[in-house]
């Protein structure tokens, strides 16, 4: 081997070893934050929790759970810090839960923070918490992981199904910025044993105004025109002896939406929506293997959801919040001086809604 | 006999000469000087530069394909072509060691952030001149490897398809948009690269097919910023997007896999490779017109020469804003002389002719 070789191969061992004694990050040292919650103090300042995983074979706590009060979480975290032997780090930080106190004064300051700093993830997940964030992640749930897993599990499976919303730091961001829509969250509640997914807190623009119910998120979904899967139960009729309930499941869905204005300019909105699926329970009269009577069934679900899907748009309609991004649309229907000069806040409650659906049962099980 | 580029190697060098750093905010700046669907302006930008390698097509025919360095030496006094020279020495090394400079602090918001940023430099520099001090046809096989080590990452924003939304994109073109001709100029160095096929005229033959695959080169590079572009505005909407420092870096932030997530880290690293091409290319050329100014000093030496000198300027801009204002300035000339040197090219070759100087084959 010649004297320079050597040399470069020395220098080149050295540069690879050496290399990892700057910026150590070493994982036994490190306090990957998890979960944090936010939450509005009477004296307006926020308090902040936030949760740590551990993996010490040595502790018998899964979990160290942190408090601090402050003005913005970065400042909260120094505070954090002293209380703990972990460096702490964001870089992990899987759910952002905010009490709903604090929604309703608005949450940008504190997104804008976390969207400012490239080590948090903008797929970190938005929640809210129905009352206070901050106790739920205190709380022990006997039966299920440790609150900030519990949540983070929990809300993922949810969104899967559609039953709940994933909205990440990004979509929340992405919505609140866009002139068109108002975003929205899902909201979890505490039900003293459990923790559930309750429905979707709907914003104008960061400040949280309204709710939907749990029983609404499907709809929502289908209307976004993002549903894919999950089991949508619809009550047919409530009349007592006549209760008339079909489960649809595994359902395709499509979404056009076509806007028009009338004399006075008040946009009309069209949604043209197709659903596909299969029937997996039904307790009515009709009979499905009958072509007719399942055709019947297949208008039946289609005016219910058109009921439905106009109720919806009108209670987010008293609250001005444009949640389903019906100002996309609308504004991709006119020229840009016309919409500037609209003020899609005002303008958006008188906004008339309908809807046309096509239902097709592609099957009803092996029971004829 | 002396090996010629081939025409599919020259293309790939073109766009990775091109293709760099620029494209993790390229999207940023068309949402903010061309406001509302900013990536249309990509396609006044592609024809502008067509007709700038158009330029350079006309010098190659007019000079027979005679290095630009003859044609300089034969048409002007040392006292002209020597400050030009070096004029074009700086411009190059400067620019190729800020861009150099401007990838390790974006390195740096997202992974060693406490680490010397010159130190990164000082590896990125010294990979950088034993590139260079392997001639032009190793820069050219280097490229076409790097270029496959890059491009596959274009798969990933399949991943991220289904938060495309094309309502999101708007019908109105260029509202609220900012000074057109200040954005033009923001958008045009994303485009520089194309130029230094002047320098290649003696390492090509006929079959190279020089200004065809330089052509090509380019208008691979507008159909890569123009998916990226229009993916961008339909991602993350207008009004996001302009407020956004890096799309591209928050692009790939957002792709989650089941066995990974923040591909941000990783995927930065590829880029590496496309600006380590640029950078090392500026470097090249730097050398090129120094060897014309001392031809009897050795080519290594005029490298180590000009990556170190160009190195301790660099310390001079500290954070990202300064480099990024310099590189603006610079920008600004390498324009300059991207329509500045064939223009010049073409008026000594036409004068050449009239004077009979050349005889046409």
Redesign the interface.
């Known amino acids: 081997m010649t004297n320079k070789s050597f040399i470069i191969i020395l220098l080149f061992l050295l540069?690879t070893l050496t290399s990892g004694c700057?910026?150590q990050r070493i994982m036994e040292k490190l306090g990957f934050t998890h979960t944090v919650a936010y939450d509005l103090l009477p004296n307006g300042k926020t308090a902040f929790t936030l949760t740590l995983p551990k993996a010490d074979k040595n502790s018998e706590a899964h979990q160290e759970t942190l408090t601090a009060v402050s003005d913005s979480y970065k400042d909260a975290t120094i505070i954090m810090g002293r209380q703990t032997h972990f460096n702490l780090v964001n870089?992990q930080m899987r759910n952002v839960l905010f009490g709903t106190a604090l929604a309703k004064q608005g949450l940008w300051n504190h997104l804008n923070a976390l969207n400012r700093d490239?080590v948090v993830?903008?797929?970190a997940k938005i929640t809210i918490a129905s009352g206070n964030a901050g106790d739920i992640l205190k709380k022990d749930y006997k039966e299920h992981p440790k609150p900030g897993k519990y949540i983070d599990l929990l809300l993922d499976k949810q969104a899967k199904n559609f039953a709940s919303y994933r909205i990440?730091l990004?979509?929340f961001?992405?919505d609140y910025?866009?002139?068109g829509i108002d975003p929205i969250a899902p909201t979890i509640k505490d039900n003293g044993d459990t923790l559930e997914t309750f429905g979707l807190a709907l914003f104008q623009d960061d400040k949280y105004v309204t709710k939907l119910p749990p029983k609404d998120t499907i709809l929502f979904a289908f209307l976004t025109g993002?549903f894919r899967k999950g089991n949508w139960n619809m009550y047919l009729s409530e009349k007592l002896k006549k209760k008339e309930l079909v489960v649809l499941n595994y359902l395709n869905s499509t979404k056009k939406v076509q806007v028009t204005h009338d004399q006075t300019g008040t946009p009309h909105i069209l949604y043209d929506l197709t659903l596909k699926g299969t029937v997996v329970d039904y307790t009515g009269p009709l009979n499905l293997s009958i072509d007719a009577e399942r055709h019947e069934l297949e208008k039946k679900i289609g005016d219910h959801v058109r009921a439905e899907a106009k109720r919806m748009v009108a209670h987010m309609q008293k609250y001005k919040a444009d949640s389903l991004?019906i100002g996309?649309?609308v504004?991709?229907s006119m020229s840009?001086s016309q919409w500037k000069k609209m003020n899609w806040r005002e303008e958006y409650p008188k906004v008339v809604f309908d809807c046309k659906i096509k239902v097709t049962i592609m099957e009803y099980g092996t029971f004829r | 006999m002396r090996e010629n580029l081939s025409a599919f190697h020259v293309t790939i060098l073109i766009f990775m000469i091109q293709f760099g750093v620029v494209l993790f905010n390229l999207s940023q700046i068309e949402a903010y000087y061309f406001g509302m669907n900013g990536w249309l302006i990509l396609f006044v930008v592609f024809a502008i530069v067509t007709l700038n390698i158009l330029l350079i097509g006309i010098v190659y025919r007019l000079g027979n394909g005679r290095s630009i360095f003859e044609i300089f030496e034969e048409a002007l006094p040392s006292i002209i072509r020597i400050p030009l020279y070096i004029f074009l020495t700086s411009l190059w090394g400067l620019l190729g060691s800020l861009l150099g400079k401007q990838y390790v602090l974006i390195f740096q918001m997202i992974a060693f952030p406490t680490s010397s940023t010159m130190l990164i430099k000082l590896l990125i520099d010294l990979l950088g001149f034993y590139l260079v001090s392997k001639g032009i046809y190793t820069i050219s096989k280097a490229s076409s490897i790097f270029f496959w080590l890059v491009i596959w990452t274009a798969i990933l924003f399949l991943f991220l398809m289904k938060e495309f939304e094309f309502v999101r994109l708007t019908p109105f073109i260029f509202r609220e948009h900012k000074d057109y001709l200040e954005g033009f100029f923001y958008v045009y160095p994303a485009f520089l690269g194309f130029e230094f096929s002047l320098l290649l005229f003696p390492y090509v033959n006929k079959k190279s097919k020089l200004i065809k695959s330089t052509f090509l080169g380019n208008l691979l590079l507008t159909i890569v910023y123009l998916i990226i572009s229009i993916f961008s505005f339909g991602f993350f909407g207008y009004h996001l997007l302009k407020e956004l420092q890096f799309p591209m870096i928050e692009l790939f932030a957002c792709i989650q896999l089941p066995f990974i997530e923040r591909m941000e880290n990783i995927i930065y690293g590829f880029f590496l490779c496309t600006t380590i091409i640029t950078l090392v290319f500026y470097f090249w050329s730097a050398k090129e017109a120094l060897s014309r100014v001392f031809p009897k000093v050795k080519q290594n030496t005029l490298g180590i020469m000009i990556i170190a000198i160009t190195y301790l300027i660099s310390f001079c801009a500290q954070v990202l804003n300064d480099v990024e204002t310099w590189l603006r300035y610079l920008g600004y000339l390498e324009i300059g002389v991207a329509v500045g040197l064939p223009l010049i090219l073409i008026m000594i070759l036409l004068l050449q002719r009239k004077r009979g100087g050349i005889i046409d084959k």
């Open positions: 540069a700057r910026d870089g490239p993830s903008p797929l990440t990004f979509s961001s992405r910025y866009d002139d993002t991004g996309k649309h504004r991709n840009y």
